[in-house]
């Protein structure tokens, strides 16, 4: 919630960030899910790919849900020390995280794990 009170300012808005319901919760509480103990998302690239569809998905703010569920992806992977390539460029670019999250939002519920693939094959492309 600290980060996006941060955004506020960028977004001069009096509905930006308000919250619809306790579905943001939710939507971080997922990625740490395990049954039997096993982690459900067993991968930073998971977890994040998850946590972007998530966040994107279930609308939990009155506006600004598509910025806020990208904020929440990139600090994540900062803060999981995945976000920037050993030759310090980040891993994904603004460009092609704005057309991720865009996807993401204009995506059919049937087409959820093709999206979350698409998400995770693109943080671990330049993997090898």
């Known amino acids: 919630m600290d980060l ?3 955004m506020y300012s960028d977004f001069e808005s009096d509905v930006f960030a ?3 319901d ?3 919760n939710s939507s971080i ?3 740490k899910q395990s049954f ?3 982690e459900l998302y067993p991968t930073i690239e ?3 790919a998850n946590l972007l569809y998530f966040i994107t998905k279930n609308h939990s ?3 600004g849900n598509k910025r806020i569920a990208a904020a ?3 600090y994540f992977l900062e803060r999981n020390k995945a976000l920037i390539k050993d030759d310090g460029s980040p891993i994904i670019d603004n460009t092609t995280l704005a057309a991720l999250t865009l996807f993401i939002a204009t995506s059919k519920a049937e087409e959820s794990e093709t999206v979350k693939r698409l998400t995770i094959s693109i943080l671990n492309r330049n993997k090898l």
Do not use: H, R, T
């Open 36 to 38: 039997g103990g096993q």
């Open 72 to 74: 929440c992806f990139v």
């Open 4 to 6: 996006i009170a941060e």
């Open 22 to 24: 306790e579905s943001f």
């Open 18 to 20: 308000q919250p619809k």
């Open 61 to 63: 703010f009155v506006d």
């Open 29 to 31: 509480n997922q990625i």
């Open 46 to 48: 998971c977890k994040a």
